[in-house]
Nanobody, 115 residues
Framework: QVQLVESGGALVQAGGSLRLSCAAA????????MGWYRQAPGKQRELVASSTSGGSTTYANFVEGRFTIARDNAQNTVYLQMNNLKPEDTAVYYCTAAMITATYWGQGTQVTVSS
């Protein structure tokens, strides 16, 4: 089992920014991909952004250039910088880390954007 601990969720006004952090209990170099998903009430969990160990990144269409995912191998941490937040970004954000044999999830951090 791999422990992933998210932090950084908060209540913020529309147009504001947040940086989410996901700290892994082991070297993140061992994961071929790490990413962020979110789940709003009554909706399915959806991909927000992902980053591979090779440096490739993927973003959901709704990100529209507002979010940036970054990996810090020295700190074993993945970040999600979110700018120009909108009320529709309100959700629980989950960190995920993928290995060949398994995928791991954090417990989630709440992001609430007020209008």
């Amino acid at each position: 089992q791999v422990q992933l601990v998210e932090s950084g969720g908060a209540l913020v006004q529309a147009g504001g920014s947040l940086r989410l952090s996901c700290a892994a209990a082991r070297s993140i170099r061992s994961f071929y991909a790490m990413g962020w998903y979110r789940q709003a009430p009554g909706k399915q969990r959806e991909l927000v952004a992902s980053s591979t160990s090779g440096g490739s990144t993927t973003y959901a269409n709704f990100v529209e250039g507002r979010f940036t995912i970054a990996r810090d191998n020295a700190q074993n941490t993945v970040y999600l910088q979110m700018n120009n937040l909108k009320p529709e970004d309100t959700a629980v954000y989950y960190c995920t880390a993928a290995m060949i044999t398994a995928t791991y999830w954090g417990q989630g951090t709440q992001v609430t954007v007020s209008s």
